[in-house]
């Protein structure tokens, strides 16, 4: 497409602009799971590969306000584009932790995409330089376009405790493509097709020190993104695409009901009041999830910008919204596929898409949720128990 990060004032603006080719292969990535390499190059050419890596390596190092409104528009176009920089975003937090050398090398190619998965899947061995890494990690987001991934993996000999609770060393390793097996594994599923989440294989995979990220490091760029809890941030970037899609399916709705008319007795469903209350909740509703979800990462973004740490209470504010804007996204989605009329229940409507991804995009919520009742906990003034609060 010719577009580079200089085209653009601002990622956000570069989104804009990007949604509707990004919208146009949705199709094909549907049908191929994975995402249209028309796509992929375009969000790498406009920098949204890097939308939170640092400004050394050419990143937008886009704050957290911004980063949403990206997420939000892309997930209207197609959430499994903006699933895949969501993904990437985390190569770019961990670019914060590497030296020098290890960003520069990570991010040379300006073409690059980046593939992640949250599980600690792999075992890392200690070898003169770095580890040899087995393991098998599946749901890799991005993993059959991208050129790194960053995976998990628990250090031979380092602990046997369990994952997370501080007793077991683990590392996240920003592995290159070419010691990746990438196993198709994402071809029958129904929702988010496009996101490509395979599995990912390492047999004996050498990878390098300088690439072996731990998040108890101390970062070598300290800058306030770099300072913001991961799973409170990652929280926020699943419900801003929620947004997105539940953005496209009021849009969608509107545009189906503009000039149907039922085929037994000749009247348009726009004037039934049980759909046009309907409409009327939806947009109420989005609005106000939107409005908590923006204004509660804004309220994290100027303690953070500040300098200061990021009160427990406004990482529990934050995550509760992010929370809230799925809920919402769940029950409007579903609301206006009914309302849909006939046209909804055809396979590659946007209506029928969005009521599949925005549950695909729910099942993986359901693995965090559980932050829920650690966040209800720090707003009654207890402390928090799990690390991302």
Do not use: K
């Not at 949250?118 to 200690?126: D, I, M, Q, T």
């Not at 923006?294 to 929370?323: M, N, Q, S």
């Not at 590659?348 to 829920?372: C, F, I, K, P, Q």
């Amino acid at each position: 497409m010719g577009v580079t990060t200089a085209s653009f004032p601002d990622p956000i603006a570069a989104a804009r602009a990007l949604a509707p080719a990004v919208a146009g292969g949705r199709a094909w990535a549907d049908d191929h799971a994975r995402l249209a390499p028309a796509t992929v190059a375009a969000l790498a050419s406009a920098g949204l590969f890097r939308l939170v890596a640092p400004v050394e390596v050419g990143g937008w190092e886009a704050s957290l306000p911004v980063q949403l409104a990206v997420y939000e528009e892309l997930g209207a176009a197609d959430p499994s584009a903006a699933w895949c920089v969501t993904n990437a975003a985390v190569a770019g937090r961990v670019a914060a932790y590497l030296s020098e050398d290890a960003r520069r090398r990570v991010f040379a190619d300006r073409g690059a995409s980046y593939a992640f998965s949250n599980l600690v899947a792999g075992v890392a061995r200690p070898t003169e330089g770095g580890y040899l890494v087995s393991g098998r990690w599946s749901v890799v987001s991005g993993a059959a376009h991208a050129a790194w991934a960053v995976l998990g993996a628990r250090v031979e000999g380092g602990g046997a405790g369990p994952v997370g609770e501080g007793r077991e060393e683990v590392r996240w390793l920003v592995v290159p493509a070419e010691v990746m097996t990438v196993v198709e594994t994402w071809s029958d599923v129904v929702a988010m097709r496009g996101t490509g989440s395979h599995t990912v294989e390492l047999a004996q995979a050498f990878v390098a020190e300088d690439l072996a990220h731990s998040w108890d490091r101390p970062r070598r760029i300290d800058r306030p993104l770099y300072r913001l809890g991961r799973t409170s941030v990652t929280g926020t970037s699943s419900a801003a695409i929620a947004l997105g899609v539940l953005r496209a399916a009021a849009d969608s709705l509107t545009e189906v009901l503009s000039g149907y008319r039922s085929a037994l007795d000749g009247r348009a469903p726009r004037e039934w009041a049980n759909v046009q209350h309907a409409v009327a909740e939806l947009s109420a509703s989005r609005r106000a999830a939107r409005a908590g979800l923006f204004g509660a990462a804004e309220e994290v973004w100027a303690v953070a910008r500040e300098g200061d740490e990021v009160p427990a209470r406004l990482r529990a504010e934050l995550f509760v919204a992010a929370d809230h804007a799925v809920q919402v996204t769940l029950a409007g989605v579903s609301r206006a596929f009914v309302c849909g009329t006939g046209r909804a229940l055809q396979r590659g409507h946007t209506l029928e898409r969005s009521l599949r991804d925005a549950h695909g995009m729910a099942v993986n919520w359901e693995r965090v949720r559980r932050m829920v009742y650690d966040a209800g906990g720090v707003l009654l003034g207890q402390e928090p128990r799990h690390r991302g609060m």
